[in-house]
């Protein structure tokens, strides 16, 4: 039996409402726990499937939703890469078998495959920030190269991008029949699987992908930091959290004796096993539905897979309670947010420009952006993952403007910290944007303790 379908015929896999293939996409999308469709106690196998976020039918989701008499202005959208192969190999095993060329006829399939493979062929020309133009625009290996963007990654994004055309050009009319260049701003780290992402969602969110209006900056920081990069007390905070990492790893008699277990399979000391981060490998024979590896030795098997990922779990949990990752992710994150509040400011303004943002990023760009909103709770970035801003007028009030945070299609803006009260305090049906402005401008700092009153001094703050 391959390891999906056993999957699958755990029962408490398995919701009561299924989708054609087995696994609901409600269930699949939900970020916060919820207590009727989810099992009663964790269950790594579970947060693994939706980790993997395997493309099915089209998801309901909360974009663009808003009272009548409000109008879309500015719409910020932080994706991380679709599916892609592992970053590390497991010692002595044979790589996964997986194509990363792009087939029409292969699942998981989307109907803008082919035409999304063609028109990247013929964009040579593409003129994107150095280095980026040096980048392949699409995946094309019969055996994965490391790292590299699967076909499922592709039609991961190719689905949010119709989704997001479909709410936020269709409905909304965001942007007009005859947009220009200037109306986007992109933006993307070095890497192929976030350029080759943020394209693949592109093709699928405008209705006329034109090279010449597609212009990709580069962003040489995972944190989106641009000039503001240098924050010694943010690295400070984050030593202390890899201590804490340490820590609670020590503490887990379990997993030190599954990770000898898997080092005797593979005939190599444990610590060289451990430090080859065998989940990333083991996550996609899971994702792909490839049996894990086996040598003469015996086999890696599910239930080493379980105690490595229940393990992971543990340490987004301790991680929530310790809050030294939450002093990381307010200084890490900050830079980004003020640059997202400064193009939103613009747009309040009635600027034109930068109307629809797109940053092409990784788990550990959205992961700090997420907790330093206080959205704690939310499930670490899966493949594909998007997390969205949206800037909104009161069209009876035009001076007035709200603003919506949604990740992976729900609305999350009344668990954020600068808006988990607004109900409390006023009858308004939006979160005020000065509620955000002032959050990145002041609140953010006060979270941190001390007496910083801005970014600079935050990261220069002594006796931390």
């Known amino acids: 039996m391959d390891v ?13 409402s299924t989708a054609k293939n087995g696994v609901s996409s409600k269930s699949r999308k939900r970020i916060m726990p919820d207590p009727v469709t989810e099992p009663p106690v964790t269950d790594p196998v579970y947060e693994a499937l939706l980790y993997c976020n395997i ?6 989701s909360m974009e663009g939703h808003a009272p009548h008499h409000f109008k879309l202005v500015s719409v910020h959208v932080f994706i991380r890469h679709g599916d892609r192969y592992p970053l590390y190999v ?4 044979k790589r996964p078998e997986i194509d990363c060329t792009l087939v029409a006829n292969r699942k998981p399939y989307h109907p803008k495959l082919e035409a999304f493979v063609s028109h990247m062929s013929k964009g040579s020309g593409a003129s994107f920030e150095s280095p980026l133009n040096s980048l392949p625009l699409y995946p094309n290996h019969p055996l994965c190269e490391m790292g590299e963007l699967t076909q499922t990654g592709v039609v991961q994004h190719l689905q949010n991008g119709q989704l997001l055309r479909d709410i936020y050009l269709k409905k909304h009319k965001l942007l007009p029949n005859d947009w220009s260049a200037d109306q986007l701003y992109l933006e993307t780290t070095g890497k192929s699987r976030t350029l080759q992402s943020g394209l693949a969602l592109l093709y699928g969110f405008l209705p006329d ?6 212009y990709f900056r580069h962003q040489p920081s995972a944190l989106f930091c641009s000039g503001s990069c240098y924050c010694p007390v943010r690295n400070q905070y984050l030593e202390k959290e890899q201590r804490r990492q340490y820590l609670l790893r020590l503490k887990n008699s379990q997993l030190e004796k599954t990770y000898g277990e898997m080092a005797k399979i593979v005939d190599v000391p444990t610590k060289q096993l451990r430090a080859a981060n065998p989940i990333d490998s083991m996550l996609c024979h899971l994702c792909h539905n490839v049996s894990f590896p086996c040598t003469r030795n015996g086999c890696v098997d599910m239930e080493h897979f379980k105690v490595i990922k229940t393990h992971q779990i543990e340490d ?8 030294l990752y939450l002093g990381y992710s307010l200084l890490g994150a900050h830079p980004i947010l003020n640059q997202t509040i400064s193009r939103m400011q613009r ?11 797109l940053y092409s990023a990784h788990d550990v760009t959205l992961s700090p952006v997420l907790s330093a909103l206080g959205l704690s709770e939310a499930r ?10 949206e800037l909104w007028q009161d069209r009876e009030k035009p001076n007035e403007h709200s603003v919506r945070i949604l990740y992976n299609g729900v609305d999350v803006t009344f668990h954020t910290s600068f808006c988990q ?15 955000l402005v002032r959050f990145v401008k002041r609140d953010m700092f006060v979270a941190l303790g001390g007496s910083s009153t801005n970014y600079y001094d935050a990261c220069h703050r002594e006796g931390f």
């Open 4 to 16: 999906l379908t056993a999957l699958l015929l755990l029962v408490h896999l398995i919701p009561v």
């Open 90 to 93: 497991i010692p002595k095993t």
């Open 421 to 435: 009260d607004h109900h409390k305090r006023s009858p308004k049906p939006m979160c005020p944007f000065e509620n």
């Open 209 to 214: 992908f034109d090279w010449k209006k597609i």
């Open 55 to 60: 493309p099915s039918v089209a998801e309901r």
């Open 380 to 389: 670490f970035p899966r493949f594909a993952a998007r997390l969205i801003f």
């Open 316 to 323: 987004e949990r301790e991680r929530r309670e310790k809050k």
């Open 347 to 357: 747009a309040t303004e009635g600027r034109k420009e930068e109307l629809f943002a």
